[in-house]
Each structure stands twice: as structure tokens, then as C-alpha cells.
């Protein structure tokens, strides 16, 4: 009988959680995708950009050393892409739309300088 009545509790525990488990899923946020252009020449810029773009908003961020583009998807309204920008420049890597702090830039390891220089690695 005790366990008769043990495999009855067990059976429906699961159906009691399936609401409360489904209620994240209510409130989801849209994800929004952009694309720009941050400058940088190495492997050392590629982690510096995504580590910078790498907040708990963003699901995806992938910078192409070839092409200086970062391609990002975000939830909305916790992220824009003009704050992601923002946080990229605060890091030493100027976009379209926000210069780097010169005292940040200056303090990049030398491979990493992309003003002024056509140069890649």
C-alpha cells in the first residue's frame, strides 16, 4: 500500500511542476541581431571584443578578423546595439559610431594598434 500510494505522489509531481516550469517561457524576450564594424588586427583583439560583448543580454557575439564586422544577437530591452558599441569602444576598439579613449587604446599590447596601420595577423 505504501508504495502504491509513494508511485501515486511520484506520478503526479511532475504535473503539479509543468506550470510553474513553463513560466519563464511567458515572459521571454525578443532577441534582436545586428552587425557592425569594430576595428582590431589579432586573435587578442577577437577575445577583447567578445569578452566585452559577452553580458548575460547577449546570446551571440562573433567578431571576423577579416572583415572588422561583429555580429551579435541580444534580448530587447536589456541591450541595444548602440550600448554594446559603447561597451566595445570602453575596451580600446573604436566602431562607426564610438572612438576607443585614446589612454585605452594607447594602453593595447603593440599588435593590437589598428589606427593609422593597414596591417593584420
Known amino acids: 500500500m505504501k508504495a502504491l500510494v509513494a508511485v501515486m505522489l511520484f506520478a503526479l509531481a511532475p504535473v503539479a511542476l509543468v506550470p510553474a516550469a513553463l513560466a519563464p517561457l ?35 557575439a562573433k567578431w571576423n578578423k577579416s572583415t572588422k564586422m561583429l555580429s551579435v544577437a541580444f534580448t530587447v530591452p536589456g541591450m541595444t546595439a548602440d550600448s554594446l558599441q559603447r561597451r566595445i569602444a570602453a575596451v580600446g576598439h573604436d566602431t562607426d559610431t564610438y572612438k576607443a579613449p585614446d589612454s585605452v587604446y594607447a594602453a593595447l599590447p603593440a599588435c593590437c594598434l589598428y589606427r593609422g596601420t593597414s596591417t593584420t595577423h
Do not use: H, L, P
Open 26 to 60: 511567458a515572459f521571454a524576450q525578443e532577441t534582436q541581431e545586428a552587425q557592425f564594424k569594430v576595428y582590431g588586427n589579432c586573435g587578442m583583439c577577437k577575445s577583447r571584443i567578445e569578452k566585452a560583448a559577452s553580458v548575460k543580454e547577449v546570446r551571440f
